[in-house]
């Protein structure tokens, strides 16, 4: 498995690219190759890098553990909560925004190694191979730190990430010609092949979803054990390899969150950031630049609202409504950021979203094993989560305001623990 590291001083940019070689036999013959490679100092950190990027990712990074992290499950305040089956909470955007982001990267970060050269073949190479190290991850994440494969789960958060990234990413590099360059009257090629295939995608789920008959159910059933993609993901990996949670009562596990068919809608809010990624690269104007993706993400909003009545609003299995209206609140919130951070030069108080947003995934994946040790080591008869709650929160501070504080201490400590990589401009890229 191979990670870059990427860090810079004073103004300049050096990359690292270690890989873990493992011999066959293991023990000591197993190494690590370190590679120091040349790195323009626009490759992964430019000077005229969106800064509201950075703190957009860190702010759905800290959203993801605050809403994971909280001192018992038994007191969070509502916005906080996913919804229990229909409907949408400020929590269920999180995951969208997430993807949505991964899109605008997908534009900004492609777009940038095109322009300095880099082949179809070479950025393929690069998509096939971050693309895999995060599925893998995500697997090694979801068996921390026991690994029984006989129950491990197969989907999760970065596999779903994984399979959007390669997918959309592949489709725009279809879709790139290298000679075309964004124009600020027009619409590219590529936004507009991106977008018909993102609106593509939630008309064919919705009517897979309304259309299709499960064995022994029928069709258009949008409950946990007879919709269609509840009834795949069974059927697939085995409810052995499901999420322990997608439960239906007096069934047992029935369904996953991140199965296989809903991840079809997800990639609506990676397609759409790579759209949004189109609009931002263009010559247009600051202000018209925001004024349109706060114009884009009202009508998406809305109109995920609108059809509601006529297909629910679902994230656990991403119905086409939900798509919409989620990634039109991921585009509201980040015209806003890019107006505030961005457009109008505000710095103050972002530091902590760019330490978060700048190593995203070294945050998923540290705030991931920091829960499962708490949750599995024990002081007193009780877990350290436990211990920690009721002593250091829940002693002195009502329910709900304690489980809320003791969330917001487990998203300082993933700050101060990652602050020295960004003070050191220390980056992780899979």
């Known amino acids: 498995m191979a990670v870059d590291i990427v860090f810079g001083a004073a103004g300049s940019l050096q990359s690292w690219h270690v890989v873990w070689l493992a011999h066959p036999t293991g023990g000591a013959a197993s190494h690590m190759l370190v590679e120091k490679l040349p790195l323009a100092a626009s490759e992964t950190l430019p000077a005229n890098r969106l800064v509201s990027l950075d703190v957009f990712r860190g702010m759905v990074i800290a959203g993801m553990i605050l809403v994971t992290d909280p001192g018992t499950y038994s007191y969070v305040y509502s916005p906080l909560r996913h919804a229990d089956w229909m409907g949408a909470t400020a929590t269920d955007i999180i995951f969208p925004a997430f993807l949505f982001m ?3 990267s997908i534009s900004f970060s492609f777009a940038s190694q095109i322009k300095r050269g880099a082949s179809r073949t070479m950025l393929v190479q690069r998509l096939l191979r971050r693309s895999v190290v ?3 991850l995500g697997l090694v994440l979801n068996g921390f730190p026991d690994y ?10 970065l596999q779903r990430i994984a399979i959007c990234y390669l997918c959309s990413g592949a489709l725009y590099l279809l879709a790139t010609d290298p000679r075309e360059q964004v124009e600020k009257e027009r619409i590219s090629r590529q936004a507009l092949l991106m977008a018909g295939v993102a609106f593509g995608l939630l008309a064919v789920y919705w009517a897979l979803l309304k259309l299709v008959s499960v064995p022994g159910i029928g069709p258009g059933h949008l409950d946990t054990l007879g919709s269609l993609p509840a009834y795949i993901d069974r059927r697939v990996f085995g409810i052995n390899h499901l999420w322990i949670w997608g439960l239906t009562p007096g069934k047992g596990v029935t369904y996953d969150p991140e199965g296989i068919l809903s991840t079809l809608p997800a990639m609506f809010s990676t397609l759409t950031g790579i759209v949004a990624g189109e609009w931002m690269r263009s010559s247009r104007p600051a202000r018209t630049k925001a004024l349109g993706l706060a114009v884009a993400g009202c009508t998406l909003a809305i109109s995920g609202l609108l059809l509601s009545p006529l297909l629910p609003l679902n994230k656990r299995i991403w119905t086409s409504t939900f798509a919409l209206l989620s990634t039109g609140v991921s585009v509201l919130v980040f015209a806003a950021v890019y107006a505030v951070v961005d457009l109008s030069g505000f710095r103050r108080g972002v530091l902590p979203a760019k330490i978060l947003g700048t190593n995203a995934i070294l945050a998923f994946t540290l705030s991931t094993i920091i829960t499962s040790l708490l949750d599995r ?17 829940a002693s002195w501070l009502s329910p709900h305001p304690s489980s809320l504080a003791y969330a917001i201490v487990i998203v300082l400590l993933n700050i101060i623990l990652l602050y020295p990589l960004y003070q050191k401009r220390l980056f992780v890229r899979v």
Request: aromatic share 12%; charged share 10%.
């Open 377 to 393: 080591i024990h002081l007193q008869g009780l877990t350290m989560h436990e211990w920690i709650y009721q002593n250091l929160f």
């Open 102 to 104: 991964a899109g605008l």
């Open 148 to 157: 029984h494969l006989r129950t491990l789960r197969i989907p999760g958060i």
């Open 134 to 136: 995060l599925f893998i």
